[in-house]
């Protein structure tokens, strides 16, 4: 690995991406120019051609971890994390990394100050759950010795459902479920309709009635709907607090069974 300092800051070599220099904030300079037009630039006695930029997209109205466009000795175009390269280069990470299992996290809070001293590997946290694996090892000795799962979630800083889903294995099991899903009443070749119908509750009717599905509303609570239909010998009914996803769901049900 070649060092040089750029701007003032130390920078290095690029694993795989010799051309590149990444510095120890995250900044990354191409050292090697694409074509004869393009002139050098030095700083400090430190040669490099162009200064990438960094790119941070922004999702359902959160920022995500920024990234750089690299690109190889071959010619192909790759967008790296940067906060994994720092933390790559400068020693942060020094074991193989697990993107499934581990994650790279801001000491600050802040995803663009990607200094490689605000950088730190944590265990991978559960979608946008607080846990994080270590805290789940905790929680299933806690349950095992007893203690109440309204007094394991305050401690944690998350609800009782959310202990309770740990507790059955639906959250933090590794796929070993301690409750059945649910399943439909009868054999339904589209998955997303079997799923759906799956959660109904079914009673059974004789053989020969068939209703379409339609909405029962309460005037009195606008959050008070009963889907209900009869189909293959069973009536099938099903709260719904949104009246407008309930109509499509029921027109999806509809159209696909009658």
Not at 177 to 185: E, Y
């Amino acid at each position: 690995m070649v060092s040089k300092i750029i701007h003032g800051e130390d920078c290095r070599s690029i694993l795989g991406f010799e051309r590149y220099y990444i510095s120890e904030s995250g900044q990354t300079y191409r050292v090697t120019p694409l074509n004869n037009k393009e002139k050098a630039i030095i700083d400090s006695g430190a040669l490099y051609i162009n200064k990438g930029k960094q790119h941070f997209p922004v999702r359902n109205g959160r920022m995500r971890q920024g990234y750089c466009s690299l690109t190889s000795s071959e010619g192909k175009l790759h967008n790296i994390p940067i906060a994994q390269l720092v933390a790559y280069t400068f020693g942060i990470i020094t074991h193989v990394f697990n993107s499934k299992k581990n994650s790279i996290e801001y000491i600050d809070g802040n995803k663009k100050n990607l200094h490689y001293t605000n950088l730190k590997i944590t265990d991978k946290r559960y979608g946008n759950s607080k846990l994080m694996k270590s805290d789940v090892k905790k929680i299933k000795h806690l349950i095992s010795m007893g203690i109440a799962l309204r007094h394991i979630g305050v401690t944690f800083g998350v609800s009782e459902m959310q202990i309770n889903r740990i507790n059955t294995g639906e959250n933090w099991g590794n796929g070993k479920r301690k409750i059945k899903a649910p399943q439909a009443p009868f054999e339904i070749k589209d998955g997303k309709i079997r799923k759906y119908i799956a959660i109904f509750n079914a009673e059974e009717a004789p053989i020969e009635l068939k209703k379409p599905f339609s909405i029962k509303r309460n005037p009195k609570d606008p959050t008070d709907n009963l889907i209900n239909g009869i189909i293959k010998g069973y009536k099938l009914t099903l709260k719904h607090k949104n009246i407008t996803r309930a109509q499509v769901n029921i027109q999806k049900l509809n159209d696909y069974f009658f």
